[in-house]
Structures are given as structure tokens and as C-alpha cells.
């Protein structure tokens, strides 16, 4: 697989996400929503790694890096699940664009990165402007939306924590074993969270839409896109991977548009091109500067 399919692969993947966890939870309670995903995604990955005799590791470096990838599994999705029942698909894709700046941070304080220029501070206030303009009318209107806003700030916080991390761990494994021993180390969460907080399976209440949502999301959105992710984060920068949800919040949006009926008022649309903006600024930002001043200078 060549990194320019699998970056790709992670950007349709990534769109169509957001829609599947509204639509899979519509019927099915969130925590077993996420967890049926989960395993409908380890059955098959794991078939694929005994087929092509693929090796899944279990040193000490492989369990590091398995346990930093769950944080983000169960993290990232776990909250994305609970945020699904209170805001729209194409507003949670575009508070994840935040994950970028978020992982630029942390990659100063964790892989001890040089400190934020100005223009990635800049950046960084302009995405948060963008974020309080699209919150703006929800909170003013004492709308329940403010806990779906929070639980996607906590997932974006755990994918880009988790980001950095396996960052951090210098160890080649093939991604496909990556992915399902991920899988593995997040699953005995999601189903201690599942038994806390739900602990029924009744079936004869759940949609054909709910159903098919999760075999997409476990078979495409999880196995596929763990492995494209997986693939692309090990060979490029944690940041450029994270550029991904610059792309993705427009697609989610349009896509929330037309297949669920969401609205898109004035403000959810100054305020993802604020975001936008702010990540555009912090990817090329430095970039535009010193060439302006090579420019100057000449």
C-alpha cells in the first residue's frame, strides 16, 4: 500500500464516520455500539493476520505501543459515541479539526519539540475563536449540546495524546498487527464501560440503518481505517496526519446535510472556516514567512 492510498483512504474513512456513529447509535445505546464496532473489527483482522501468517509481537516495545494506540481507540471513540446523541455528525467532524494544534502541543511537551512560533500561536487562537463562534448560539440557548461539545473535545484530546505517543515508541510492526493488537488492549474496556452503563442487548428495538452503520464502522471505518492510519503515522509526521481533519470536517458537513437533514446555520459556517483557517496557518504559517522574508531580504 502506497502512503498517498492509505492517506486518502483516511480522509473518505474519516467524512463518513461521523454519520455512521449517529446513525448506529439512533437505536443502540452508544457503549455497545462502539463495542460491537470493535469486535466486528478484531474477528476478521485477526483471520487476516493467521491467513497471511502475520506476526503479531508481544515484546515489550509492541505492548507499548499497543497500549498508546488504545488510548486513542477507547478514548477517541468512546466519547465520540456519547457526543453522537447530542450534535450533529458534521459539528463533531469539525471540532476534531482541532486535533492538529492540539498534537503540535503536546509534541513540544512530549517529544520535546521546538516551542510554538508565533504563527502556530496564532493559529491556535484563531481555531478557538472559530470553535467559540460555532458554540456560541448553542450555548446561549441553554441547549444540551454543550455535552456533546465537551465529550468530543475529551475524544479529540484522547486521539491526539494517543498520537504523539505511539510516536514515540521506535519499533517497526506491520500495521495490520498493530491494528488488531490495539484492538485487543481497548476491547476489555469498551466492555467493562458497556456492562457499567448499559449491560442489555435488546436486538428487537435495533434499525437496519443502526446495524449496517456498525458493520460499516467495524469492517471500513475500524479495521480499514486503523490500518490506513496506523500505516500513514508511522512514516509521517504526527501533524501531517492530524491535517487530515482539515479535509474531512467540509466533507462531513455536506454529508450531514444531505443524507441526515442536519442544518448548517451562519455560524457553523464562519466558524469551521475559522478553524480551517487557523489550521491552515499553522501547517504553512512559518512556511509563507520565511519566504516572505527571503523575499524582503533579496
Given at each position: ?44 483482522g ?59 502541543v503536546?509534541s513540544?511537551r ?30 446561549s440557548?441553554?441547549?444540551d ?43 476489555p ?15 428487537e ?20 481505517g ?8 508511522q ?7 492530524a491535517?487530515?481533519?482539515m ?48 523575499q524582503?531580504?533579496?
Amino acid at each position: 500500500m502506497s502512503v498517498p492510498i492509505a492517506y486518502l483512504a483516511v480522509i473518505l474513512i474519516w467524512s463518513t464516520t461521523p454519520l455512521g456513529i449517529v446513525w448506529s447509535s439512533e437505536t443502540i445505546h452508544p457503549t455497545l455500539a462502539v463495542l460491537l464496532r470493535m469486535l466486528i473489527a478484531v474477528v476478521p483482522g485477526w483471520l487476516i493476520l493467521k491467513a497471511f501468517r502475520i506476526e503479531l509481537p508481544w515484546h515489550k516495545k509492541a505492548i507499548k505501543l499497543y497500549s498508546f494506540s488504545a488510548i486513542g481507540i477507547f478514548g477517541g471513540m468512546l466519547f465520540a459515541y456519547l457526543a453522537a446523541g447530542y450534535i450533529s455528525s458534521g459539528l463533531m467532524s469539525l471540532i476534531f479539526g482541532l486535533s492538529p494544534i492540539l498534537s503540535g502541543v503536546l509534541s513540544q511537551r512530549i517529544l520535546a519539540e521546538s516551542a510554538l512560533s508565533f504563527s502556530k500561536k496564532v493559529a491556535l487562537a484563531v481555531a478557538i475563536c472559530g470553535l467559540a463562534i460555532v458554540c456560541f448560539d448553542k450555548i446561549s440557548l441553554a441547549d444540551d449540546a454543550y455535552i456533546g461539545i465537551i465529550a468530543v473535545l475529551m475524544a479529540v484530546s484522547f486521539f491526539s495524546v494517543s498520537g504523539v505517543l505511539v510516536k514515540s515508541v521506535e519499533v517497526a510492526i506491520n500495521p495490520m498487527a498493530t491494528t488488531v493488537g490495539s484492538l485487543l488492549f481497548s476491547l476489555p474496556l469498551f466492555t467493562v464501560v458497556w456492562l457499567i452503563f448499559d449491560g442489555s442487548i435488546p436486538y428487537e428495538s435495533w434499525s437496519n440503518k443502526s446495524i449496517l452503520s456498525i458493520v460499516y464502522l467495524g469492517v471500513v471505518g475500524s479495521l480499514v481505517g486503523f490500518i490506513a492510519y496506523f500505516y500513514v503515522l508511522q512514516r509521517l509526521k504526527a501533524s501531517t496526519v492530524a491535517l487530515i481533519t482539515m479535509i474531512t470536517p467540509v466533507i462531513a458537513i455536506s454529508l450531514g446535510l444531505i443524507l441526515n437533514n442536519e442544518s448548517v446555520n451562519a455560524n457553523l459556517i464562519i466558524g469551521a472556516l475559522a478553524i480551517i483557517a487557523g489550521l491552515a496557518i499553522y501547517q504553512w504559517g512559518d512556511s509563507v514567512i520565511k519566504h516572505n522574508r527571503k523575499q524582503y531580504a533579496q
